[in-house]
């Protein structure tokens, strides 16, 4: 496995180098994972990202670095102390750095002969191939879907370029992943929303969620549907709750803050019965927070968010391939029991991007929205039924009146203040979770079935506690094991109260201040973590981190 | 001939939202509108419970945002008739925003504001069309805000369709209400409405010395002149289309939408899915 840094100011290029990067390294066989850590800003500042590769699969960063390329001398001093012994950086011979891990080439020079600038990048990806020794075959064929035709030539010649520069200094044989999809977080969401036969989006820009509404607005004509661009979240959940009233699948995305102006219109879906998938890409609060950065603080947020009480779900994403799934089953169930359903995704999965085996779409069934046969009689939008799910009508598909009201409202639809009316509707609401329930898919295990430290963690932790789990047992066998959590809420307890009575120590590890998720289960179901380890400055813990902090005894 | 039932409503008797809902009765039915294409929209307040009170669909969510969930449900079903049926308040205070830029929008909805220059509902607060000066329980010395022109506000946004009514003038509100439910954008009707309840200033007698029908020859696409007159609400208040305009609805604009059958008809293509995910291998 090797892990290489691309850093540099806003606007030079890193995306689009590291962007054409990985595919050349996923399409020579190895297995990518990348994160971008970026600031708040369109020019300027320092923004970085990092690529690990390998030829298994990878599920967390890591900050110790095989190499790096640098775009300007601040990468080279904020991260050569990460470097390995044997590490290099790569970097203009503009850069005034004369550290001798330096390999320092005229690109800019040589890409100017080339014809542009711009394709110093790609003369740099060269040189990546080059030193860790990887076969050129497949550049060319790749290239082509990934620049302009009129630039082709130029970037293929460019990265051969950097090939003929430099030795190679490492090897490693590649894996079998040049078939599977390379992918972030927030498109793999969205193309589960397009699986799920999503018909109208509607969000108002808000970082880090916009890469939702940019990708499916992007394949909107393809796939035929709509997005829009709301005047602000309200609008944007009223309009997704307008749209699914009137027969379309509707999915409304935003980011904290954006959650936040939502909360109303989350309980009129929750009271008015309205299918609705609400997305939330959290970053950290309050209020503004850290805009382009990630945490997990907005678990106890969206689980009570709104007045009163409703049914509602809430998933949390752990990886790329559960942003697949789990959003095509967010937009079954929410259609099955007409509750909304949360799902809850961050800034480092929305953004990092991952290899994964394409999805497997046969099996995706859409129910049928409405009951359509019903026809006959007086139609009760609110029916009061033994599950508490009423027949649900699209209103002018046949010629029954679907009223929906954001009041208390009788099974008609109409505005109520009967105290008898009130507490059957409140019932029929709430008998939904009792067959919500029975659907909770457990928290995956993974270590030492008899594991005496037990972590407990949600969503986007997945990763780099599966690696810190795998790396501790090889170094003490048999004792670590980990419950990873993407259904939060109703919280799924089997498997968790199974796993918590053997173990002598259960640490939850969790992107938040105080524990939400510790928590929740107190609350749920008594149980207490023995320690925790909490990261809230806005950047990912990785595997290697929470080894560490178990090694060194750091939780508290 | 279809025939729209109305419900008992909860309004104070002698309440000018009374006519308004019979009105739109008579306009749906002389429309010769199927009961179950349409889907009437409300919002939270007096007004906004007219929905309710006749036999269509109806949605009634929250208060200020009837306009967004009525513009998706018409973009989602282009053959529903969607009418928002609100107030003042509803409108032009918690709903400012959204009232903006559907304008901007021109999704082909029709847009009643029952505007009786008050909160009803929550018992008399000054509303964004409150005189000056008008002392309410909140209000207590008197508002000292300058009332919003709603009809003003929407011909400068760029409204299409923009018109002023009077609930105490039945048969010129039901051919208003026709022409804008046939109208084939974003359509708003200012309709004034007399709270016998908490507006003792702008009562029956205050509207009926003061409107007046537009002339015969006015020219309702001159948008200067439908400023002029829009902005004319003191002793002489004009009643009628002030300003329309053709322009291309949101349906004709949208590329997904244009031409075809309405989206939510529409199957998902599981051949499209493989395609986009293929651009990722
Ligand atoms: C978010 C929110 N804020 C405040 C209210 C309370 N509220 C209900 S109706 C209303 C004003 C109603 O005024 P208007 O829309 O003019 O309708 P009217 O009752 O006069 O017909 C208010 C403030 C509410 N329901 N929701
Ligand atoms: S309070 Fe005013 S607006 Fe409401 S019903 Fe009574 S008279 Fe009508």
Redesign the pocket.
Known sequence: MYNILVGGAAGQGIDTTVANLEVLLKKAGYYVFTIKDFMSRVRGGHNFSLIRFGNEIITSHSNELDGMIALDDDTVELHKQNLKQDGFILCDTKLTTTDPKAIKLNMGGMAKELGNVRVSGSIAIGVILKLFGIATDHVEETMKNLVKEAYLDMNVKAVRLGYESVETRFSITPGNFSDWMIISGSKSLALGAIAAGIKFYSAYPMSPSTAIMEYLASKSVEADFVVEQAEDEIAAINMAIGASYAGARAMTGTSGGGFCLKV?ALGLSGIAEIPLVAVNVQRPGPATGLPTRTEQSDLKFVISAAQGEFPRMVIALRNHKDAFYQTIRAFDITEKYQIPVIILSDQYLGDSTATVEPFDISNIKIANPSNDEYKEGEYLRYQLTENGISPRLIPGKSRNFVSVDSDEHDERGFITESADVRNQMMDKRMKKLELLREELLEPEFFGEENCETLFLGWGSTYGPIAEAVSILNEDEPGKYGALSFGDVYPLPTKLLMEKASKAKQIVNIEQNATGQLKDLIREQTGILCTGSILKYDGRQISGEEIVEKIRKGGQK | MCEFKTYETAWCPGCG?FSILQCLKTALEELKKDPYEVLMVG??????KTPQYISANSFCG???RSLPAAVAAKIANEKLTVIVD??????Y??GGNHFIHNIRRNVGITHFV???Q?????KG?A?PTTSEGQITGVQVTGSVNTPLNPVLMAIAAGAGFVARAFSGDTKHLTEIMKQAITYPGYAIVDIL?P?VTFNKVNTYAYYKSRVYHLEEDYDSSNKLEAMERAMEFDDRIPIGVLYQEQKQTFHQKNIVLAGREPLVERQRDSTVIKQLMNEFV
């Open positions: 109303e | 939202n919002g939270i307040g007096q007004a906004a929250l208060h200020g609100t107030g003042d308040g509803d409108s205070g918690e029952h505007d009786n008050i909160y009803g509902l929550t607060q509303s409405q709270c």
